[in-house]
Protein backbone atom coordinates (compact mmCIF):
# COMPACT_ATOMS: atom_id res chain seq x y z
CA UNK A 1 0.00 0.00 0.00
CA UNK A 2 1.42 2.84 -1.03
CA UNK A 3 0.98 6.27 0.70
CA UNK A 4 2.49 9.91 0.35
CA UNK A 5 2.16 12.39 2.93
CA UNK A 6 2.20 16.05 2.48
CA UNK A 7 3.21 18.86 5.24
CA UNK A 8 4.25 22.48 5.27
CA UNK A 9 1.79 24.39 3.59
CA UNK A 10 -0.16 27.35 4.66
CA UNK A 11 -0.21 31.14 4.20
CA UNK A 12 2.58 33.51 3.69
CA UNK A 13 3.29 37.18 2.11
CA UNK A 14 4.50 37.50 -1.36
CA UNK A 15 8.04 37.48 -0.76
CA UNK A 16 7.94 34.73 1.69
CA UNK A 17 9.03 31.06 1.69
CA UNK A 18 7.44 27.72 2.66
CA UNK A 19 9.04 24.11 2.88
CA UNK A 20 6.65 21.44 1.40
CA UNK A 21 7.74 17.87 2.81
CA UNK A 22 6.33 14.75 1.46
CA UNK A 23 6.97 11.40 2.89
CA UNK A 24 6.42 7.96 0.77
CA UNK A 25 5.60 4.72 2.06
CA UNK A 26 4.65 1.12 0.41
CA UNK A 27 7.82 1.17 -1.72
CA UNK A 28 10.71 2.67 -3.57
CA UNK A 29 10.47 5.70 -6.02
CA UNK A 30 12.02 6.32 -8.90
CA UNK A 31 10.86 9.94 -8.98
CA UNK A 32 9.34 12.29 -7.25
CA UNK A 33 7.97 15.52 -6.58
CA UNK A 34 5.54 18.41 -6.86
CA UNK A 35 2.66 19.26 -9.23
CA UNK A 36 -0.04 22.06 -8.16
CA UNK A 37 -3.16 23.32 -9.35
CA UNK A 38 -5.03 26.64 -9.33
CA UNK A 39 -8.89 26.94 -8.89
CA UNK A 40 -9.97 26.85 -12.53
CA UNK A 41 -6.91 25.88 -14.54
CA UNK A 42 -4.99 22.35 -15.32
CA UNK A 43 -2.69 20.15 -12.37
CA UNK A 44 0.96 21.19 -14.01
CA UNK A 45 3.97 19.80 -12.95
CA UNK A 46 6.35 22.18 -10.46
CA UNK A 47 9.62 20.46 -9.71
CA UNK A 48 10.54 16.54 -9.97
CA UNK A 49 13.63 15.01 -8.62
CA UNK A 50 15.11 11.47 -9.94
CA UNK A 51 16.87 9.23 -7.61
CA UNK A 52 19.75 10.37 -9.40
CA UNK A 53 19.58 13.75 -8.50
CA UNK A 54 18.45 15.20 -11.57
CA UNK A 55 16.20 17.82 -11.41
CA UNK A 56 13.57 18.96 -13.52
CA UNK A 57 11.37 22.42 -12.96
CA UNK A 58 8.82 24.51 -14.80
CA UNK A 59 10.11 27.80 -15.95
CA UNK A 60 7.49 29.66 -13.98
CA UNK A 61 9.45 28.49 -10.76
CA UNK A 62 12.82 28.02 -11.81
CA UNK A 63 15.65 30.18 -9.64
CA UNK A 64 12.89 30.40 -6.82
CA UNK A 65 12.24 26.86 -5.74
CA UNK A 66 14.37 23.70 -5.24
CA UNK A 67 13.40 20.45 -5.45
CA UNK A 68 14.92 17.61 -3.12
CA UNK A 69 15.09 14.17 -1.97
CA UNK A 70 16.13 11.89 0.59
CA UNK A 71 16.49 8.51 -0.78
CA UNK A 72 17.19 6.70 2.48
CA UNK A 73 13.93 8.49 4.01
CA UNK A 74 11.65 8.38 0.99
CA UNK A 75 11.10 11.99 1.21
CA UNK A 76 11.11 14.74 -1.23
CA UNK A 77 11.32 18.72 -0.11
CA UNK A 78 10.35 21.88 -1.72
CA UNK A 79 11.61 24.68 -1.11
CA UNK A 80 9.52 27.75 -2.04
CA UNK A 81 11.36 31.08 -2.03
CA UNK A 82 10.14 34.67 -3.31
CA UNK A 83 6.53 33.26 -3.39
CA UNK A 84 4.42 35.23 -5.90
CA UNK A 85 0.54 35.58 -5.84
CA UNK A 86 0.27 33.40 -9.04
CA UNK A 87 2.03 30.32 -6.80
CA UNK A 88 -1.27 30.10 -5.28
CA UNK A 89 -2.36 26.33 -5.44
CA UNK A 90 -3.04 23.24 -4.09
CA UNK A 91 0.26 21.45 -3.97
CA UNK A 92 0.20 17.21 -4.68
CA UNK A 93 2.98 15.00 -3.86
CA UNK A 94 3.90 12.73 -6.89
CA UNK A 95 5.95 9.52 -6.82
CA UNK A 96 6.63 7.09 -9.52
CA UNK A 97 6.99 3.51 -7.86
CA UNK A 98 10.07 1.83 -9.46
CA UNK A 99 9.34 -1.93 -9.93
CA UNK A 100 5.96 -1.33 -11.54
CA UNK A 101 6.24 2.43 -12.76
CA UNK A 102 3.26 3.30 -11.24
CA UNK A 103 2.12 6.80 -10.03
CA UNK A 104 0.71 7.86 -7.03
CA UNK A 105 -0.35 10.96 -4.89
CA UNK A 106 -0.60 12.45 -2.02
CA UNK A 107 -4.02 14.45 -0.97
CA UNK A 108 -2.53 18.01 -1.72
CA UNK A 109 -1.88 20.52 1.07
CA UNK A 110 -3.35 24.54 0.18
CA UNK A 111 -0.36 27.14 -0.49
CA UNK A 112 -1.73 30.80 -0.20
CA UNK A 113 0.62 33.92 -1.03
CA UNK A 114 -1.33 37.08 -0.23
CA UNK A 115 0.07 39.84 -2.02
Known amino acids: QVQLVESGGGLVQAGGSLRLSCVAS??????MGWYRQAPGKERELVAAVQTSGTTTYADSVKGRFTVSRDNAENTVYLQMNSLKSEDTAVYYCNARRWYDRNEYWGQGTQVTVSS
Open 26 to 31: GGTFIT
